[in-house]
Nanobody
Framework: QVQLVESGGGLVQAGGSLGLSCAAS????????MAWFRQAPGKEREFVAA??????DYAGSVKDRFTISRDIAKNTVYLQMNSLRPEDTAVYYC????????????????WGQGIQVTVSS
């Protein structure tokens, strides 16, 4: 049984930093896409960042502020978020794909439970 477990969310002031972790269990994703998405209240889930063995991709709204990385040995993906803004407030979800992957949520097969990130102004 595959599980993705996020950790590290919380409350931070605008301009601050937070780091998220997503630990996968049940299978390895070393050659697969893993990604972060987020969903703010009243809005659709949106792509944040993705990483595979060859590609790192960011949404334009977070590029140069967020960094996605992975530790293959730990089967864990990270999201370092700097220069946070109130509009970054959302529930952040980790996702993993069995095959392929991209910015599209429908291409991801496994999802974490989500973790709240709140940025105060």
């Amino acid at each position: 049984q595959v599980q993705l477990v996020e950790s590290g969310g919380g409350l931070v002031q605008a301009g601050g930093s937070l780091g998220l972790s997503c630990a996968a269990s049940g299978r390895t994703f070393s050659n697969n896409y893993m990604a972060w998405f987020r969903q703010a209240p009243g809005k659709e889930r949106e792509f944040v960042a993705a990483i595979s063995s060859r590609i790192i991709d960011y949404a334009g709204s977070v590029k140069d502020r967020f960094t996605i990385s992975r530790d293959i040995a730990k089967n864990t993906v990270y999201l370092q978020m700097n220069s946070l803004r109130p509009e970054d407030t959302a529930v952040y979800y980790c996702a993993a794909a069995q095959r392929g992957g991209s910015r599209h949520a429908l291409l991801y097969d496994y999802w974490g439970q989500g973790i709240q990130v709140t940025v105060s102004s």
